[in-house]
């Protein structure tokens, strides 16, 4: 998906978000609709939780992307039926809610007359859609959450103990938070009573999960992040606090990040330790920094709606860029390129409107579509009302149009190798059948709970554990005795090479190994790589080294080689990556160009490409 966000959260009622979102929330729409004619009676304007301009007609109750005043026949269009009204998901996917029986749908009960005999949910349970649009069940009575329908499932009903109550985490997992001892747990308190009973945590701290579900800790005196329990580590009850101005941020990859609000400037240096910090040069007005979703820090203007890598403190021409033109906004692709959105056709592009004019006359695409981006970067769109993806442009392939939709708490997304799959949000299952022509998935076994499926790199199932941090690709459905497995040390995470090899993660010290920390003790005592430093692997499997500060990789290791330590960063909008063969490269985030030449040596690389877009 497209886009950019630093997290900072926090447990029920103390949820902390800093909106670093690349779209331009409400500026792009208003402009262009001011010489408007009136909207037909009946009709207002309204934005829908993406900040999309929609149309509203109070007496049908309808709520429609298209534009009354340029399609006349939704004046005559026939109102949903009593005790129905229509709404918008967290993720701008159009959905009927029946305020008698509390049931959402994605299906229209104009068109599907059996929603009108739906029966009604239990008495205190309403149907919700989860921050990524799985659709859930809620008891405010007893504070549960569940993707079980408590039509079918009763038992879901049992209230959670005094104190305690559900939410999800960033990655959509339910989760428990107890408001007393400030402490979140994947672990259900109502079947494991030892948590009734757990140490809470110091005066002034608060327990989180990350951007990527990993449990971290939260000082509100000190305002800093920690991976480590302060239970287990008292050391931190001495943290020195962060300088004046300054607060903590965890990047959408988990790095702890530094923002001060004075300069509006980001840094991945710690200013306790970094003092020369405190004296920096503030960004131009209307300028801020900001990272993209790999964690690299670029700069965005706030008046132009552009995005440069370069410093607009030391590259003043920056200051004069031409601005997009209304309702354009500049994004980052999943691989960090540059991508240009349209917010009026809804249309994405990777070529630069100011310099493409033709593009300000597109066609825009169906009411209810929308495009994004793989994570290869190919685009690919996107129906709410079915919830179906796809390669092919409604827009060209009417036939579309009128696909069926997936069934119920069914979505679709696709691979990291572009391969289309399902995913079911009550089961947590993914699979790459088709369930609307295999009837059998929807009675398909639920995973444990705590446990999740995911894609390999090279399309291979995956299950994971948010609890104990754990993957395995054996299923523990089948294999039971995968859910007594212990839980990794604090700071550890498993992840998966290219080559679909497992392997262990330590967030503090940014070291990888293949050694096992629960059985090997040599891991838990690893010397660490210098700041900001991080170990990954190959897909041969070999160990190499990158600095995201300077986007530098080298396969020597900078504990023993301190000569690596101070790298010539590559220019603007370039980074060094590994090859499936273990060679070195660089890649142009702006122009996606790859290279052996090394443009801190060879300038004429940087002229022989196109430049970075600005």
Not at 90 to 117: I, M, Q
Not at 167 to 191: A, G, I, L, M
Not at 494 to 500: E, L, Q, T, V, Y
Request: aromatic letters at 14%; charged letters at 25%.
């Amino acid at each position: 998906m497209v886009g950019n966000a630093v997290f900072a959260y926090g447990c029920p009622g103390i949820l902390r978000f800093e909106d670093s979102s690349l779209h331009i929330q409400g500026s792009s729409h208003t402009p262009q609709l001011l010489d408007l004619q009136p909207l037909p009676v009946g009709w207002e304007m309204q934005f829908s939780p993406k900040d999309i301009p929609y149309f509203f007609n109070s007496e049908a109750r309808v709520r429609t992307f298209e534009d009354p005043r340029t399609h006349p026949e939704l004046l005559d269009m026939q109102p949903l039926p009593i005790g129905w009204e229509m709404h918008f998901s967290p993720k701008d996917s159009p959905h009927f809610f029946n305020s008698t029986t509390r049931v959402r749908t994605f299906k229209d009960p104009r068109a599907h007359r059996e929603l009108l005999n739906t029966t009604p949910l239990p008495t205190g349970w309403e149907m919700k859609f989860s921050p990524k649009d799985s659709p859930y069940f809620f008891n405010s009575k007893a504070r549960v959450l569940t993707f079980e329908d408590p039509c079918t499932h009763p038992e879901q009903s049992e209230p959670l103990p005094a104190g305690w109550e559900m939410q999800f985490s960033p990655k959509d997992s339910p989760y428990f938070f107890n408001h007393k001892t400030r402490v979140c747990t994947f672990e259900d308190p109502r079947t494991h009573p030892e948590l009734l009973d757990m140490e809470p945590l110091p005066a002034g701290w608060e327990m989180e999960f990350s951007p990527r579900d990993s449990p971290c800790f939260f000082d509100y005196r000190t305002g800093a992040y920690t991976f480590e329990d302060p239970r287990t580590h008292p050391d931190l009850l001495d943290m020195q606090p962060l300088p004046a101005g300054w607060q903590m941020l965890l990047s959408p990859r988990d790095t702890p990040a530094f923002f001060e609000s004075k300069t509006r400037v980001r840094t991945f240096e710690d200013p306790r330790t970094h003092p020369e910090l405190l004296n920096m040069q503030p960004l131009p007005a209307g300028w801020e920094m900001r990272y993209s979703l790999t964690d690299v820090l670029v700069f965005f203007d706030s008046k132009t709606g552009v995005y440069a890598f370069e410093d607009p403190r030391t590259h003043p021409e920056l200051l004069d860029v031409q601005p997009l033109p209304t309702g354009w906004e500049i994004q980052f692709s999943p691989t960090d390129a540059l991508v240009f959105f349209d917010s009026a056709t809804r249309v994405y592009t990777f070529e630069d409107p100011r310099t493409h004019p033709e593009l300000l006359d597109r066609q825009p695409l169906p009411a209810g579509w929308e495009m994004d981006f793989s994570s290869r970067d190919t685009p690919y769109f996107f129906d709410f009302r079915s919830r179906v993806c796809t390669f092919e442009d409604p827009r060209t392939h009417p036939e579309l149009l009128n696909g069926p939709p997936l069934p119920s708490g069914w979505e679709m997304d696709f691979s990291s190798r572009d391969t289309p799959y399902f995913f079911d949000s009550r089961s947590r299952v993914c699979t790459f059948e088709d369930p609307r022509t295999h009837p059998e998935l929807l009675d398909v076994q639920p995973l444990p709970a705590g446990w999740g499926m995911r894609f390999s790199p090279n399309d291979v199932l995956v299950f994971y554990n948010s609890e104990t941090r754990v993957q395995t690709l054996e299923d523990p459905r089948t294999h039971p005795e995968i859910l007594d497995v212990r839980a990794l040390p604090a700071g550890w995470e498993m992840r998966i090479s290219d080559n679909d090899v497992l392997y262990f993660f330590n967030s503090k010290t940014r070291v990888s190994t293949f050694e096992d920390p629960r059985i090997d003790p040599a891991p838990l005592k690893t010397e660490p790589l210098p700041t900001m430093w991080e170990m990954c692997f190959s897909a041969k499997g070999t160990p190499y080294f990158i600095d995201p500060k300077t986007r530098f990789a080298i396969f020597e290791d900078p504990r023993t080689h301190p000569d690596v330590l101070d790298p010539v960063p590559p220019p603007a909008g370039w980074e060094m990556r590994v090859s499936p063969d273990d060679t070195l490269y660089f890649f142009n985030i702006a122009t996606n160009v790859s290279t052996s030449q090394d443009p801190r040596v060879r300038p004429e690389v940087l002229d022989s490409q196109s430049t970075p877009a600005e």
